[in-house]
């Protein structure tokens, strides 16, 4: 059966209040296989909350969220892992004193183990260590292998979130402010990373450096205030006059 046709990620009409502020308004979103979309804006603009209604860390007010063309609105956080979304660990999530090796090997593991409870995968023979080591060498983290967590640099560390993410198998995976608190080197392995993504993989960044997004990306969406005010080519946001204003004019400093 082909899917090729469906949106891999929808948002339809999403909106999210938090008491009298509406953090969201109105966002609508199609993401296909093998897009690379950004969304930018200010700091408060409602771009972290996006991610979070599309991941069911809490219900949007009204709207609703598609993924392969299944409305997940209302479905656990869980289920939509298991449905193809997928979203960088934080840090704490990984166990520092293993290696970076076993970290995959655990996280494909456990992936396994759900995946197998609902249906039974053709890919099911390849071991997750197998797996996990395939991972670890399309994002060129094979040299760490046998390192633990603890012994590898904090720009390692954010590339192993990538990895256990991609562990997953997801067919859409969210990025928030990936390259925060990473050095200019660090930034640019982390940029070379996320471009050697599966080319199948839709993938959604969200940055506010707007060197590497414009680096990264094919299509963007611009926030401000909860509010979608730009959509479009690079080109397209830069010349947009309402961007330069709202967010170049309060581009942040670090
Ligand atoms: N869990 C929450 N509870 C209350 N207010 C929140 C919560 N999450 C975000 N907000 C508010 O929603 C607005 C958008 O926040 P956020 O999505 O984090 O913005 P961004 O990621 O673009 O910086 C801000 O005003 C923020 O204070
Ligand atoms: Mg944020």
Redesign the pocket.
Known sequence: MSTSGVPVLEMRGLSKN??G?R??SDVNLSIRPGDRHGIL??????????F?LVCGV?PPTSGSVLLAGEDVTTRSIDYRVRKGLGRTFQITNLFQEMTVLENVVLATAMAEAQHNRWFTRVDSLVSPREKAEKVLQRLRLEKTAYRTVAEIGYGQQRELEVALALALDPKVLLLDEFTAGLSQVETASMVELVKGLPEDLAVII?EHDLDVVFGLVDEMTV?NR?QVICEGSCQDVRENPLVAEVYIGQKRVD
């Not at 804006?41 to 996006?50: E, H, I, M, Q, R």
């Open positions: 938090f008491g502020i953090a969201v804006g200010a700091n408060g603009a409602g771009k972290t909350t996006v979070n809490y969200i926030m909860g």
